[in-house]
């Protein structure tokens, strides 16, 4: 459900909706009867949350007498990214480690919508239903840790039912004791 799709007619638009744009019901159908005989292309626009396009455009011909075509628009489900945060000589994982994922392009809003993420206690961030390249930067350590420049930022490649995995590590801040 919440699939939408536009209808466009070569010949007999006469017979669409207004503006061609139509959403799937409960079921991910939609159901458009009385078109005129002719060719159509079925444009999938947006895919449901979670969900991407597989194949954008559909070609479907009505022919003469009304008869019935059945076309099937399949969605992939999006991928995951994790994102793992571990102290560098022990391996335990940090918690409240701020980071700022973007797409390639800089882009924020279908991710969240500041882009910034915590770790949990685990040390982890998970995001689900996302797609395409992204780029994880450490914004700001816990305190008694510094950010590793050389690994701060991170890009990864996350393909349709995908789960890819990043891990960064912070250094202990050095402490001298003197004792006497």
């Given at each position: 459900a919440g699939c939408e799709v536009g209808l466009d007619g070569v010949i007999g638009t006469s017979t669409l909706t207004q503006n061609g744009i139509f959403t799937t019901d409960s079921n991910g159908e939609i159901h458009i009867s009385n078109l005129a005989p002719g060719a159509y292309v079925i444009t999938e626009i947006k895919a449901p949350q979670g969900y991407v396009m597989d194949q954008p455009s559909t070609n479907v011909v009505i022919g003469e007498g009304?008869?019935?075509?059945?076309?099937?628009?399949?969605?992939?489900?999006?991928?995951?990214?994790?994102?793992?945060?571990?102290?560098?000589?022990?391996?335990?994982?940090?918690?409240?480690?701020?980071?700022k994922v973007t797409t390639s392009t800089g882009d924020?809003?279908?991710?969240?919508?500041?882009?910034?993420?915590?770790?949990?206690?685990d040390g982890k961030i998970q995001i689900d239903g996302v797609?395409?390249?992204?780029?994880?930067?450490?914004?700001?350590?816990?305190?008694?840790y510094t950010i590793d420049p050389g690994s701060q930022t991170q890009t990864v490649v996350v393909n349709p039912n995908d789960t890819q995995t990043l891990t960064f590590y912070n250094t202990p801040s050095t402490t001298l004791v003197i004792e006497k």
């Open positions: 009304g008869d019935a075509q059945t076309v099937v628009i399949k969605n992939s489900k999006a991928g995951s990214l994790v994102i793992n945060k571990l102290d560098s000589l022990t391996g335990e994982p940090l918690e409240g480690v701020t980071f924020r809003g279908y991710i969240s919508s500041n882009g910034l993420y915590k770790t949990d206690k797609v395409g390249t992204l780029v994880v930067t450490e914004t700001q350590t816990i305190p008694g």
